[in-house]
């Protein structure tokens, strides 16, 4: 989510800045802010909503300078508002920031206690206020910034701005991508290479815990211990922008890290401003299907029996699964009053395409829920929703996956809504819900250190047990998929209620269970299966969010604990941790993550 941009040009930074943060609008935001330095003073304009509004303050009060860093915020930390706008700024220093400072409420004690004032409710404006500490203790700018940053913990992108230094912009990930791009006496950074595609084509990306020193002739990089580093250079076209690994070690990883972007994204191609619903033309009235078919494989079927909740559930609807391979073949009655709705990344999976071709002129509609508009399952159903995740190139799918339960949970609000079940404002009230799940996405990504420790003792187990109720069920089921492609560790996914009926026979000190239980309807019951598994001697992973927590998590190995979120679209933020889960446990057993054995990305064969 959220925006990074830095320039030291040769020009006025403003517009050039606001063209770029335009360029990273895909990554969905709330506000926007730039700052610059003019004649050694630094300055800074800050609006909330789209980038127009900042456009119109920057009319009305002008910004110079020819150095400047800029930010399209989606609140997380703090409310949108100006006030929780990027850039922020203490004193001399000014800073951007993605990401999220894990110790900030510690960080913000210490520093009041000095007899600091904080004029935001953000995690962001302590990395500001750190650094103008360090300055007052008589630090040089470089100083100040490096000491800073060793103190944060969590994920971020940073771009720092200091006042009287118009030649100087440092900038630091560690979680959070972060490129650098190289110009004729001129340098820039920025969250990604679409962001510098204008500016330049030579863009280099900072590997996990660098920060570098940015001056118009070039720029230094230093590793996470502070060694100078030289990272490679690359000539990039904006078409392969997004197929680079962007300084992560995996496409997983940089996919995973992704989600926060895409499915703003997604949502906003299908979610207009007043909260209604905005699909293509052409489908059907859901008021007269009596039936809804889907058919998918693998990941893309897991999202299906997601979907069959909410369009049941919902929309009162009746939903009827199954596996695109079987699905044919035991020849199915399908009546004129079913629709059919095949859900696949690629949109040529082989086994989909023949069933979508099965029900061709069958199902009174054809829909597909898919990630390249031109493919064959697009052409050939009645209406294609594109799912907007951009190229996945990691074989276990990670961002496809949410993003087709993003567009699924629209379509389902969507179906809804025709057949009466919900009015126009409750339809409104699960859509306000929708457009935070962006945001819950990027705090629930914060779990990755605990997540990474874990896995140390995952890796080490030679069957794991996923569990889930309701919703979460599924997402049991696609957690043990993810565990079993990349870290070869056999995994099942159950529901929970089916425990006794034969599971946990397996169950012993040496099989870790991994339990989804967020705070809903079915969470005491989730306990309940759970505590029949610690009366057995077994190894509870919980994953709940603090209420949860704070109810459960007694007598468990550990606790993972997630962002508070409406139950009804938990299953897109609780698939963040199936996916790390898996994606590190992976890495410590050093299996091939990207490319694992005997698996390929499309399976466009039967």
């Known amino acids: 989510m959220c925006g990074i941009i830095g320039v030291l040009g040769s020009h006025q930074a403003a517009p050039i800045m606001v063209d770029a943060l335009r360029r990273l609008e895909y990554r969905g935001y709330d506000s926007a802010g730039i700052a610059t330095i003019h004649e050694g003073a630094l300055d800074r304009r800050r609006a909330v909503g789209k980038l127009v509004n900042l456009s119109d303050l920057l009319v009305e009060n002008p910004l110079a300078g020819r150095s400047g860093i800029g930010h399209t915020r989606w609140a997380t930390h703090g409310a949108p508002n100006v006030a929780n706008a990027h850039p922020h700024q203490s004193g001399s220093v000014a800073v951007v920031h993605n990401g ?39 630090k040089a700018p470089v100083d100040a910034a490096r000491d800073s940053i060793a103190q944060l913990e969590g994920a971020f992108a940073l771009a720092i701005l200091f006042d009287g230094e118009e030649d100087l912009l440092i900038a630091a990930r560690r979680g959070s991508p972060l490129a650098v791009g190289h110009g004729d006496g001129e340098m820039y950074v920025g969250s990604d290479a679409i962001a510098l595609a204008p500016l330049t084509d030579q863009i280099t990306y900072l590997d996990e815990g660098d920060w570098c020193v940015l001056t118009r002739a070039g720029v230094e990089i230093f590793d996470v211990h502070n060694q100078p580093v030289t990272r490679i250079t690359k000539q990039i076209k904006l078409d392969s922008a997004r197929i680079e690994k962007a300084g992560h070690k995996h496409f997983m990883a940089k996919e995973i890290a992704e989600q926060p972007t895409v499915l703003a994204n997604a949502l906003a ?23 809804l078919i889907m058919v998918a494989c693998g990941t893309a079927y897991y999202a299906c029996q997601t979907a069959k909740y909410w369009f049941e559930q919902l929309a009162g609807l009746p939903v009827e699964i199954d596996v695109a391979s079987e699905f044919r073949y035991r020849e199915p009655p399908i009546g004129s009053s079913n629709v059919a709705l095949f859900v696949s990344q690629s949109g040529e999976t082989a086994d989909t395409l023949a069933a979508l071709r099965y029900c061709s002129g069958k199902a009174s509609d054809i829909l597909s829920v898919v990630n390249v508009p031109e493919s064959s399952i697009a052409r050939e159903s009645s209406v294609a929703l594109p799912i907007y995740a951009g190229v996945e190139v990691g074989v276990a799918s990670t961002k496809a996956f949410t ?13 809804a809504q025709q057949r009466g079940c919900l009015t126009d404002a409750e339809v409104a009230k699960h859509v306000d819900a929708l457009r935070t799940v962006p945001g819950l996405v990027n705090l629930a990504l914060g779990i990755e250190p605990s997540v990474e420790r874990l896995a140390n003792e995952l890796a080490k187990a030679r069957d794991i047990l996923f569990l889930g109720r309701g919703a979460m069920f599924p997402l049991a089921l696609e957690g043990a998929l993810k565990l079993k492609e990349i870290s070869y560790i056999h995994a099942e996914g159950y529901a929970s209620g089916e425990l006794k009926h034969g599971p946990i026979a397996l169950v012993d000190e040496d099989v870790p269970v991994i339990v989804f239980a967020p705070t809903d309807p079915l969470f005491d019951k989730t306990v309940s299966n759970m505590q029949e598994v610690m009366a057995r001697s077994g190894k509870v992973l919980l994953v709940t969010d603090a209420t949860g927590a704070e109810r459960a998590r007694e007598g468990t190995w550990d606790t993972l604990v997630m962002p508070e979120c409406d139950p009804v679209f938990a299953p897109i933020i609780y698939a963040i941790p199936a996916q790390m889960l898996a994606y590190y446990t992976a890495l410590a057993k050093g299996t091939d993550v990207d490319q694992p054995r005997n698996l390929a990305k499309s399976v466009t064969v039967e």
């Open 100 to 138: 999220i400072i894990e110790n900030f409420r510690d960080l913000r004690k210490e520093l009041g206690k000095n007899g600091v004032n904080f004029e935001s409710d953000t995690d962001t404006e302590t990395i500001a206020q750190l650094i103008a500490r360090e300055l007052k203790a008589g």
């Open 269 to 291: 191609h299908y979610l207009n401003d007043d909260a209604s619903i905005q699909l293509p033309d052409g489908l059907p009235d859901f008021s007269a299907v009596d039936r």
């Open 403 to 415: 993003c087709q339960l993003a567009v699924l949970a629209i379509l389902a609000l969507r179906a």
